[in-house]
């Protein structure tokens, strides 16, 4: 079995990252300029398009992931192999359900020409979806923040981690994962 997660996978992995950085970053910053103004409606136009390529990579990495092969199972607790399984299951959950969010509050407010850059600042303010959008971000960033944790934990106490997930062309100078038998007691 092989050590490291396929080469798209781990391109996939990196670039969803550095997208959801930037969508959360530019997402937080869009909305407290002045509405009807150039940079809010640039900003805006980036954030729709960019969340939505974010939404297709994200179903793109799901049949990847389904369909390819994944590396030797990593030494984990059973707990902490089940939570990180159920937290990598949520974030794909997350990431659909902003996408999803993103596109139903641009689809239901005056967002056609908006695009285009030609129509005044569309309006959100009211949509369910905008308010589910805004409140999902919230639980994306948890998850986020448990799947590093997690990962660095592993990292730290078993090695291994990052060995099958960094991009480095030079990961196997990075230490395997430390199995049971040669464990300290
Ligand atoms: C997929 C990942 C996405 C992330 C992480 C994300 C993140 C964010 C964040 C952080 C905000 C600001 C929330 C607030 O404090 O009010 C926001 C607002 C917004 N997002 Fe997204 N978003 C994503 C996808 C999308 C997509 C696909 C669309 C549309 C096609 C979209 C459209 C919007 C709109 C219309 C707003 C409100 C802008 C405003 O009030 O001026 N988002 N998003």
Same mark, same amino acid.
């Given at each position: 079995m092989k050590e490291r997660? /396929?080469?798209p996978l781990i391109a996939l992995h990196w670039l969803s990252a550095a997208l959801l950085v930037g969508l959360v970053v530019v997402g937080f910053v869009m909305v407290d300029l002045p509405a009807d103004t150039a940079l809010r409606r640039g900003l805006g136009r980036a954030h729709s398009l960019t969340g939505v390529a974010l939404g297709l990579l994200t179903l793109v990495r799901l049949v990847v992931r389904l369909r390819g092969p994944?590396? +030797?199972? $990593?030494p984990l607790a059973? $707990?902490?192999?089940?939570?990180a399984s159920f937290i990598q299951g949520l974030l794909y959950v997350g990431l659909f359900?902003? +996408?999803a969010t993103g596109v139903a509050t641009a689809y239901r407010s005056n967002w056609h020409g908006y695009l285009e850059g030609a129509e005044p600042s569309p309006v959100f303010d009211g949509l369910r979806s905008r308010q589910v959008h805004e409140g999902l971000v919230a639980g994306l960033l948890v998850l986020v923040g448990a799947h590093v944790i997690g990962a660095l934990v592993q990292q730290l106490r078993k090695g291994g981690t990052l060995r099958r997930i960094w991009p480095s062309l030079? +990961? /196997?100078r990075l230490p395997p994962a430390v199995q049971p038998k040669e464990q300290v007691k």
């Amino acid at each position: 079995m092989k050590e490291r997660w /396929s080469t798209p996978l781990i391109a996939l992995h990196w670039l969803s990252a550095a997208l959801l950085v930037g969508l959360v970053v530019v997402g937080f910053v869009m909305v407290d300029l002045p509405a009807d103004t150039a940079l809010r409606r640039g900003l805006g136009r980036a954030h729709s398009l960019t969340g939505v390529a974010l939404g297709l990579l994200t179903l793109v990495r799901l049949v990847v992931r389904l369909r390819g092969p994944s590396p +030797a199972p $990593l030494p984990l607790a059973p $707990l902490h192999r089940r939570g990180a399984s159920f937290i990598q299951g949520l974030l794909y959950v997350g990431l659909f359900g902003m +996408a999803a969010t993103g596109v139903a509050t641009a689809y239901r407010s005056n967002w056609h020409g908006y695009l285009e850059g030609a129509e005044p600042s569309p309006v959100f303010d009211g949509l369910r979806s905008r308010q589910v959008h805004e409140g999902l971000v919230a639980g994306l960033l948890v998850l986020v923040g448990a799947h590093v944790i997690g990962a660095l934990v592993q990292q730290l106490r078993k090695g291994g981690t990052l060995r099958r997930i960094w991009p480095s062309l030079d +990961a /196997s100078r990075l230490p395997p994962a430390v199995q049971p038998k040669e464990q300290v007691k």
